[in-house]
């Protein structure tokens, strides 16, 4: 299930770590979505598992409190309110994590990436600089990163 929703949360915002030149590299961690949007999430190209996995993330509680919630209404009517009454805090939750350990792999894949040009170019090379820089700006990176996955709790 975790892996389907990762997936799902990779389709619906896409993180990115990435070089603007050289040295200086930046990422979209500012364009997090603050909220799931239903159009958006509809729109996605989704599996009918995917879709299973979504609807019995976000259903509504409402049947686990009463036997019979709107006992008096037929039940296409009582399901198009469910639809109404979704609560996607717990599936914003999940896509959160999928996106900050996504960051967590990219950024800590151009750590490596710059711990080897560190290791390989000569002390006075233009690489070597350049790997010292972009590093000092990823650790930064790392260290936000690092502070969200504390954050997340389930």
């Keep these: 299930m975790d892996r389907d929703i990762s997936k799902i949360a990779l389709i619906y915002f896409k993180p990115n770590v990435y070089y603007v ?6 990422w979209n961690f500012n364009n997090i979505p603050k909220n799931i949007d239903i159009d958006i999430l509809n729109k996605i190209d989704l599996n009918n598992k995917q879709k299973k996995i979504i609807t019995i993330i976000t259903e ?3 049947d686990l409190l009463c036997k019979q919630p709107f ?3 037929n039940e296409d009517v009582y399901n198009y309110i469910k639809k109404f009454t979704a609560n996607f805090y717990t599936l914003y939750k999940l896509f959160y994590k999928a996106w900050i350990n996504e960051y967590n792999k ?3 894949l151009y750590i490596n990436e710059n711990d080897y040009h560190i290791v390989w170019y000569d002390f006075s090379s233009r690489d070597y600089t350049w790997a010292i820089e972009a ?3 990823l650790y930064k990176f790392n260290s936000i990163i690092k ?8």
């Design 21 to 26: 030149s050289d040295s200086n590299i930046e």
């Design 60 to 62: 509504n509680k409402v």
């Design 71 to 73: 006992n008096m209404l």
């Design 106 to 108: 990219q950024i800590n």
């Design 135 to 137: 590093n000092i700006r």
């Design 147 to 154: 502070n969200e996955l504390c954050k997340i709790s389930y």
